[in-house]
């Protein structure tokens, strides 16, 4: 009678450990909900969902993600609130309208401060992206990684633009960030701010003239075809990050921390091999579809007449000098 009472005694015990030790997995497992504004088969999409599946394996299962792709869970705006406030866990966002947030993430939007594509991804890469996330935490957000999202170019329905004398008198849609606006009118054109989904309607009514962005905005959203003239100023290289709330990856282990990170990173090797490969794409879908195209090889002009741009904001963010000297040191 004994032994019996004894193993039954065990057995209840035995049970209550696995459900304790159940229960307390499940208690800290996380499971993060994603946002991502492109549709499938974007190079964002494909690299946010092999990062979900990366975290799920590096972690061994304590963290897992569940993407939400084509911005079904609100606009950018939005989410970048929700992230921040932790409604939502990750999202991968453009630093554009982070910028006015976090006056770190805003350096990347003054014009020409990025030599070309491989210049960002060293700076970024390197202590200028550490210490962009580090004044991103401020607002609640931390970068893990960072994408690429092109070099931002005019195009319009009226001409080519060779000059910033071109630009004058253009109403030009431009993203939310007073950076953007100065950028015009320092060129002599009209700002017109607006959300990234009324672009198209505003180009085909006559609302705007223009706009700027790259090669797979231009074609995927169809903008080619109601603003025919492609002028390649690659006046802006605005990065996108893997950003993640700052209080659910500090609440993580170490271990999940640094499991995070990496498969941001490896993400965003994907993300740039396939974005440069859609980037070649849309530009040779456009260009037979008879968009007018023109380089502009000598970019000085534009560069000086938008330098008062950053006099002007390093004017009112001094402390923000070497973080803008770091990245035009970078080589």
Same mark, same amino acid.
């Given at each position: 009678?004994?032994?019996?009472?004894? &193993?039954?005694?065990?057995?209840?015990?035995?049970?209550?450990?696995? %459900?304790?030790?159940?229960?307390?997995?499940?208690?800290?497992?996380?499971?993060? &909900? !994603?946002?991502?504004?492109?549709?499938?088969?974007?190079?964002?999409?494909?690299?946010?969902?092999?990062?979900?599946?990366?975290?799920?394996?590096?972690?061994?299962?304590?963290?897992?993600?569940?993407?939400?792709?084509? !911005?079904?869970?609100?606009?950018?705006?939005?989410?970048?609130?929700?992230?921040?406030?932790?409604?939502?866990?990750?999202?991968?966002?453009?630093?554009?309208?982070?910028?006015?947030?976090?006056?770190?993430?805003?350096?990347?939007?003054?014009?020409?401060?990025?030599?070309?594509?491989?210049?960002?991804?060293?700076?970024?890469?390197?202590?200028?992206?550490?210490?962009?996330?580090?004044?991103?935490? /401020?607002?609640?957000?931390?970068?893990?990684?960072?994408?690429?999202?092109?070099?931002?170019?005019?195009?319009?329905?009226?001409?080519?633009?060779?000059?910033?004398?071109?630009?004058?008198?253009?109403?030009?849609?431009?993203?939310?960030?007073?950076?953007?606006?100065?950028?015009?009118?320092?060129?002599?054109?009209?700002?017109?701010?607006?959300?990234?989904?009324?672009?198209?309607?505003?180009? &085909?009514?006559?609302?705007?003239?223009?706009?700027?962005?790259?090669?797979?905005?231009?074609?995927?959203?169809?903008?080619?075809?109601?603003?025919?003239?492609?002028?390649?100023?690659?006046?802006? %290289? %605005?990065?996108?990050?893997?950003?993640?709330?700052? &209080?659910?990856?500090?609440?993580?282990?170490?271990?999940?921390?640094?499991?995070?990170?990496?498969?941001?990173?490896?993400?965003?090797?994907?993300?740039?091999?396939?974005?440069?490969?859609?980037?070649?794409?849309?530009?040779?879908?456009?260009?037979?579809?008879?968009?007018?195209?023109?380089?502009?090889?000598? /970019?000085?002009?534009?560069?000086?007449?938008?330098?008062?741009?950053?006099?002007?904001?390093?004017?009112?963010?001094?402390?923000?000098?070497?973080?803008?000297?770091?990245?035009?040191?970078?080589?």
């Amino acid at each position: 009678m004994f032994i019996k009472k004894l &193993k039954l005694t065990r057995s209840v015990t035995l049970t209550a450990a696995a %459900i304790a030790v159940s229960m307390t997995s499940a208690a800290t497992a996380a499971e993060w &909900k !994603g946002w991502n504004i492109h549709k499938p088969g974007y190079p964002n999409t494909v690299a946010m969902d092999k990062f979900a599946d990366l975290v799920k394996a590096k972690t061994n299962g304590n963290v897992t993600v569940k993407m939400f792709h084509s !911005g079904v869970l609100g606009s950018q705006p939005d989410a970048i609130e929700q992230v921040r406030i932790g409604g939502l866990a990750i999202g991968n966002f453009n630093l554009g309208p982070i910028g006015p947030m976090a006056a770190e993430a805003n350096v990347v939007s003054l014009p020409f401060i990025f030599k070309d594509m491989g210049h960002m991804h060293r700076a970024l890469d390197g202590a200028a992206g550490d210490k962009i996330s580090a004044g991103m935490e /401020k607002i609640g957000l931390i970068a893990l990684a960072w994408y690429d999202s092109g070099a931002r170019s005019f195009y319009n329905s009226k001409k080519p633009i060779m000059t910033p004398a071109d630009v004058t008198g253009l109403k030009v849609r431009v993203m939310n960030n007073e950076l953007y606006s100065g950028m015009i009118s320092a060129l002599g054109g009209n700002p017109s701010p607006m959300a990234f989904s009324e672009v198209y309607q505003s180009l &085909k009514t006559g609302v705007v003239d223009g706009a700027e962005n790259n090669w797979p905005s231009y074609e995927s959203t169809g903008h080619f075809e109601v603003a025919g003239y492609y002028s390649l100023s690659q006046h802006l %290289i %605005i990065p996108e990050c893997v950003c993640v709330n700052a &209080k659910a990856f500090n609440g993580l282990s170490a271990a999940d921390q640094t499991a995070v990170k990496e498969a941001a990173r490896e993400s965003a090797v994907l993300q740039r091999e396939l974005w440069e490969k859609r980037a070649v794409a849309s530009r040779e879908k456009v260009m037979k579809a008879g968009v007018k195209f023109n380089d502009i090889p000598n /970019k000085a002009a534009f560069m000086a007449a938008m330098a008062p741009v950053h006099t002007k904001y390093l004017a009112a963010n001094p402390d923000l000098v070497p973080l803008v000297n770091l990245i035009k040191n970078t080589k």
